[in-house]
Structures are given as C-alpha cells and as structure tokens.
C-alpha cells in the first residue's frame, strides 16, 4: 500500500482525462525544467468520473457476505469461503484508497498551481493546505488499516493452506467438530485471527523447559568428528544432562564411558589415556572403554564398573546409544551427496536448548531479515516464502531459494544449497545450479539449556581449497559470526519460553518444517506407537 502510494505521487495531472467541466487548460513552465499543467474548470477542479480510470473505481463493495454468527463453528471449506470474501473486501478497499489519493493529489496540485495562487489570499491557501494535511493524516491512516486486513487475510489463508497440506484441518462431514475445528471472523470489521486449537494444543511450546522424555533416547546421536578423536586423547561432553566420555581402546574402537570417576568422583576427562584405558588424575584409577576398572595403583583391586553406553564409528562420526532399549543395528546416513568434498567439521557448545536451535535451522524465511552481514547479504525479501514438501515427510525445497532441506530424527538438520549467483538465489532450483554447499548440522541435547553442535560443510567443486593453509580457521570464523547474528535471537526466545511464552504461538506457511518437527517431537514424548511424517525403521 505505502508502496502505491508513493508511485502515485509522482503520476501527471494528465492522468486525468478533462470533462467538459474542464474549459482550459496551459503549461507553465517551473524552475529547473519542470513544466506544470495548470487545469481550470467550473467545478473548481474535482476530478470528474467518468473517465479511462472508472472501471478500476466502480466495483461493489463485496461486503460480508456469509452467513455468520457470533462463535460460529466453521469446517475448514467455509473457513476458505470466508477468507476469499476477506480477500475481495480488501481488493475493494484498495481500491477506494488509491481513488482516494488520486483525488488528493489532483487537490494538491490545484493548490499548488502557480496561475492558481494569483486568485487566492496567502490566508486562504493556508487554510486549503491546513484542510489537506488532515485529509492525508486520515487517509494514511485509513491506508494503514488497509495493510493491517491485507496482512490478516494473507495470514488467514496461508494458515489454511497450512491445515489442509497436513491434513490437520476437520473433514466437512465430520460429526464430531468441537475439538479440531476453526473459528474465523471477517476481516471487513477489525483485523482478527484464525484460532486453530488442534495446532494450538499440539504447538504450545512454553516454559518452564521440561526434563528430557525418555523415549527421545532411544536413538543414535552422533557427538563428535571421528577426525577429533585421536588415540591418546579424550572428548569430553554432555548428553541429556549426564556427563560422559569418549575415548579409543586398545584396538583403536571408540567407548563411552561416565565422565566420573567411582573411587571419589573426580571428573576423568581431567586425566589421561593410557593404553587404551582411560586413567583418572586423582588416585590413577584406569577404566576400559566399557566402563570396567583394571587398575588401582596402591590399593587391593575390587570388582568396580562404572557406566558405558553403546558406542560405535560411523561415516566419519562417533555414535552413542543413551536410552534404555536396545539399540538399532543400522545408523542414519550423514554423508554428503556422491561429488561432494568435506571441507570443514566444527563443534560448538551453545547456551540454548536444542529444540530451539533446531526450529531455527529449519527456518529459512528469516535470512533476509537476520543474516544481513553474512550469507544473506544482498538478499531481496520475496513476497511470499514457501516450504514445498510431500504430505507425509521431513524433507523439501524452498521456493524462491535453491536450497533443499530434511530433518532427519532425532536432532539432524541437512541441507543442499545451490550457490551459482552468491547473494542472489531466487528463481532457481538446486538442480539448476551449477555449484553447491552441503551442510549438515547436529544438534546434541547437552541439557535443558544447552546444545552441543556438531557442523559439516561441503562442496562439489573448488576442491583446492582444501589444501590452503588455516583454510578451516577461516571457515570456522564464518560459522561463527552467523551464529552469532541467530544467538541473540534464540537466546532472547529462551527467556520468554522460560517465563512461560508460547515461541510457537502463530505459525504461518512458511514454519512447515519447523511444525512437523515440534508435531513428530510431541508423538515422541506422548510415547505414540507411530510417529508422524516418518518411517518407522527411522526410530
């Protein structure tokens, strides 16, 4: 709307084809080149109707026309009925603004006419000029609330469009409506919302954070680069609020063990590995990677175990099993695509909780506005933003940005991203592009409030770039100061979650992976027999 507005402002006086109330016209020439059509008419110059522009101006006003209530209940088609009513009303208040601006701006240029002002009295154009800034005060105003409905309706319908995708919304002819139904107004009295309390029971993301459900431990997470692992060194970390261990055996096999030592509590991580064994640097008690103790410098030897978790190697990652079933014999394939090359493996600790981390990743709507410093530098903001997936599944595109994206269960985030024009990605798809990134991200549930995060980047071409010196000092610089323009973001959505704040209080079109992964999150830790949008082999 603003935007109309300000084109208008610069459109000619000839804009308007003379009536015959219209009986002369001539140009006069301004400063500085400018000419000014001076027009004069006995009807003091208000722009007749019935011109080239009246069809724009003589629609109906559409009104609402469904039937309502107060309360109604409407099924998901009725709801679609109305919005496209909300959608011709604001079409119809458009157009009544800009007839509206027109007309003020063919004022204006009557007040401002140079011939004009010989005729009139410096108090009498004061007044003229007094009359149309509140006439602009309340047309801004009245242009205004016309952004506000279109903003509404919009958002009203790309919600729907969002219940129907997911097959979220209630069928037509059910009979049992009360529980997952949705109640609209039009928008043609005040700007409302669409309440949906199906999505809003299942999206209600508040604080405090709740302790770790179970059942999301009964899955492989990967906690470190194999390339990080050496054989006489340690990587210590937190999984689920617990502190553990990794570490290689005597036959170079990775283990994880309790990052405590059982004779007095002594954090191992603080010590050493020798021979395989891991030895604490109090008393210089040495474990195996299976948690058992093998030596006990000093003492007599006791039968002493402390706690392992299944631990295996995988594509180039440690893997660690921290729930109470028994693990799955295959793990998820991280690797990047055939073609692509590993370029650089980061591990960051992160001082938010993950699932908020993960809703950030699967966003990517937020670019424009965020990553203005980084990646998005350059980046227009399209006019919508779309996340174009399979009715059931994890995984899609994004539209108008070339990049691929999935969830993978229980805490993975992979991406492809078509890079042929740097700062300019719309309007091309991945396959399109010539060149692209891959990344992967891990985000590890540390605790309640903390995220260790694992990075993986690669490319299909530059392959030299490997090779240059402190080459992944520059790459972890990069990740660094991107995560920095999101942390401060996330960080302040922790605070309010934690004082009790909704952060998915209105999800639009565009958070469609965002809500599936919070939808597949909250059939975990309801403990459902099947989970949504996946594969039952994924778990």
């Known amino acids: 709307m603003t935007a109309a507005a300000a084109a208008l402002s610069f459109l000619p006086t ?11 016209k001539k140009n006069v020439s301004g400063r500085d080149g400018f000419r000014v059509l001076a027009v004069f008419g006995e009807g003091g110059g208000e722009l007749e109707k019935k ?19 107060k309360g109604k209940v409407l099924d ?37 006419n140079p011939l004009a002002r010989d005729f009139k009295s410096i108090e009498t154009m004061k007044k003229e000029l007094a009359e149309l800034q509140e006439e602009l005060i309340q047309t801004h105003k009245e242009v205004h609330l016309s952004e506000v409905r279109v903003s509404t309706a919009l958002d009203k319908l790309a919600h729907m469009e969002a219940l129907v995708n997911d097959r979220q919304a209630p069928d037509r ?28 029971r ?42 553990w261990v990794i570490f290689r055996g005597k036959d170079g096999n990775p283990g994880c ?51 392992s978790l299944p631990c295996f190697e995988n594509d180039g990652m440690i893997w660690i099993w921290p729930g109470n079933e028994p693990p799955k014999a295959s793990f998820p394939s991280l690797l990047p695509p055939p073609g692509f090359k590993v370029h650089a493996e980061i591990v960051m600790e992160l001082p938010v909780e993950h699932g908020l981390l993960l809703d950030n990743l699967l966003d990517l709507a937020h670019a424009p506005f965020t990553h203005t410093s980084t ?4 980046w227009s903001v399209p006019s919508l933003v779309k996340f174009l997936t399979p009715a059931s599944g994890l995984q899609g595109y994004w539209d108008p940005y070339p990049i691929d994206m999935e969830f993978r269960p229980p805490c993975m985030v992979l991406s492809t991203i078509g890079i042929s024009k740097p700062g300019k990605l719309e309007g091309k798809s991945t396959k399109q592009c010539a060149t692209h990134l891959h990344q992967l991200h891990v985000c590890l549930p540390s605790s309640r409030q903390k995220t260790r995060l694992l990075y993986r980047m690669s490319l299909d071409f530059a392959p030299l770039l490997k090779h240059i010196p402190f080459m992944h000092i520059l790459w972890k610089h990069f990740a660094e100061k991107v995560l920095d323009e999101d942390l401060k973001l996330v960080l302040g959505q922790q605070e309010r979650m934690i004082n009790g704040e909704n952060i998915w209080n209105w999800p639009v079109a565009y958070d469609k992976l965002g809500v599936r992964y919070r939808l597949w999150r909250d059939a975990i830790e309801r403990g459902a027999k099947r989970l949504p949008f996946t594969n039952q082999s994924d778990r």
Not at 81 to 100: F, G, K, P
Not at 181 to 195: G, K, M, R, W
Not at 257 to 263: G, I, K, L, P
Request: net charge negative.
């Open 375 to 378: 990646f998005a530098k350059g």
């Open 173 to 200: 002819s059910s009979s049992d409506s009360s529980t997952d139904c949705t109640s609209l107004t039009p928008s043609t009295s005040s700007p409302s919302y669409i309440e949906t309390k199906s999505n809003r």
């Open 14 to 24: 000839l804009l308007f084809r003379p009536s015959s109330k219209f009986y002369s």
């Open 257 to 307: 063990v309790q990052n405590t030592c059982a004779h007095r509590a002594c954090p191992l991580h603080l010590g050493s590995v020798n021979e395989g064994r891991i030895q604490c640097p109090y008393h210089g008690w040495e474990y195996s990677t299976d948690g058992k103790c093998e030596k006990m410098p000093s003492t007599r030897m006791l039968n002493i175990r402390i706690r």
């Open 76 to 112: 998901v088609y009725q709801a679609l009925e109305v919005v496209r009513y909300d959608i011709e009303y604001c079409d119809w208040r458009a157009r009544q603004d800009l007839l509206t601006i027109m007309l003020l701006h063919n004022k204006v240029v009557e007040v401002l």
């Open 202 to 243: 299942h999206l209600n993301v508040s604080g405090p954070v709740k302790p770790f459900h179970p059942s999301l431990k009964n899955f492989w997470y990967p906690v470190a680069f194999s390339n990080d692992l050496k054989d006489d060194t340690m990587i210590p970390l937190d999984c689920f609020e617990e502190p």
């Open 51 to 69: 011109n080239d522009w009246e069809a724009i101006f003589d629609v109906e006003n559409p009104g609402p026309r469904f039937p309502l209530s």
